[in-house]
């Protein structure tokens, strides 16, 4: 077998962002965290990471924008993080080999895209095929759950019933024919995780109204999605999915403006609009990518003209994309 230093060429996998279909919070957990019952699905929007057995001391950590821009490697530690605990369960033959790394980032940060997630599950991944070296899914799935909530869903690879902290994944049956287009809104405006839940726990107006209902609707899609959903089916199921967030009020109590942009983009594309995880990041479900893509037009140029008021610091981030629904692996 080559030794690993001795290959031609990188090892490349594609970092996807997720979607929250649903997210219910039914619990805190002694630990602070809370309990979750989500369905998550993969998108077409993904990072790119390559990475090589390198020749120098030590791993090295290049970022680079979607423009190839080079950004600040320290702001993406996710990926140094699961290098180090896939490194430390892969044990010393992984020590002599550093990893000469290249992130390419198309999805935008602290997003409620997860992002920094799905990198590092790819980091995990690629490591272990850069290092040729094994570890059992078990051990995998719990080096993916030290590195963070959302890491395990990106392990399965598909469209998932996601429970506990992040750490229960259990795969769904994918989207069946066409894949569903999806429109993705992310205003640059900071937001926080934490905040959210904290929120969420503060009650208050952030409350839901009926603590049971998001867990309901999240339920029932699992079952539909067993039976076999098209993309049209979600997209007529977007009004339902859109309400079923519980961090909803509390998103938009952490972003000012950001519940004033939900209703205007419902205003001006007519459908649904949904938060993905604790935010900023608001969705639109399409039963086609080419009818996400003129949303996607829409939206620019209500942007431009004005005609929408997107808050935040910088331009927005606007993307028409898919739900991959199938397996990755
Ligand atoms: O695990 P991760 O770093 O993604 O979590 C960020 C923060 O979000 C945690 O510190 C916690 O406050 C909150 N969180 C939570 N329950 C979850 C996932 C995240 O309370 N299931």
């Known amino acids: 077998m080559t ?6 060429g990188p090892v490349i996998r594609l970092a996807p962002a997720k979607l929250n279909l649903t997210l219910a919070v039914v619990g805190r957990r002694g630990d602070g965290f809370h309990e979750l019952h989500s369905v998550m699905a993969p998108l077409a929007l993904a990072d790119r990471l390559s990475m090589a057995v390198g020749a120098g001391p030590r791993d090295t950590l290049h970022v680079v924008g979607p423009g190839g821009e080079p950004l600040d490697a320290a702001a993406y530690d996710s990926v140094p993080r699961a290098i180090a605990e896939t490194r430390r369960a892969v044990g010393r033959r992984a020590d002599a080999m550093p990893l000469a790394m290249r992130l390419e980032k198309r999805i935008p940060v602290a997003a409620g895209l997860a992002g920094g997630s799905s990198d590092a599950a790819a980091a995990l991944l690629a490591a272990l095929e850069a290092w040729d070296a094994e570890l059992e899914p078990a051990e995998r799935h719990e080096v993916a759950a030290r590195v963070g909530s959302d890491v395990p869903f990106f392990l399965a690879g598909g469209i998932a019933l996601v429970r506990g902290r992040g750490e229960h994944v259990t795969p769904l049956r994918a989207i069946v024919g066409e894949p569903p287009g999806v429109l993705i809104l992310t205003p640059d405006t900071p937001s926080s995780t934490a905040g959210a839940f904290a929120g969420f726990d503060a009650g208050g107006p952030a409350a839901p109204s009926d603590p049971r209902s998001t867990r309901l609707t999240s339920e029932h899609l699992v079952a539909e999605l067993a039976a076999g959903l098209q993309a049209v089916d979600l997209a007529n199921r977007a009004g339902v999915l859109a309400a079923a967030n519980d961090l909803i009020a509390a998103a938009e109590a952490q972003v000012p403006g950001l519940r004033a942009l939900r209703l205007a983009l419902r205003r001006l594309l007519g459908v649904p609009i949904g938060l993905s995880g604790s935010g900023p990041t608001l969705w639109a479900l399409y039963p086609s990518a080419d009818e ?11 942007i431009e003209d004005r005609s929408i008021v997107v808050p935040g610091s910088g331009a927005p981030f606007v993307t028409a994309t898919t739900i991959e629904g199938g397996s990755r692996r």
């Open 3 to 8: 030794p690993p230093q001795d290959r031609l």
């Open 292 to 302: 996400a893509l003129i949303a996607e037009r829409r939206v620019v140029t209500a």
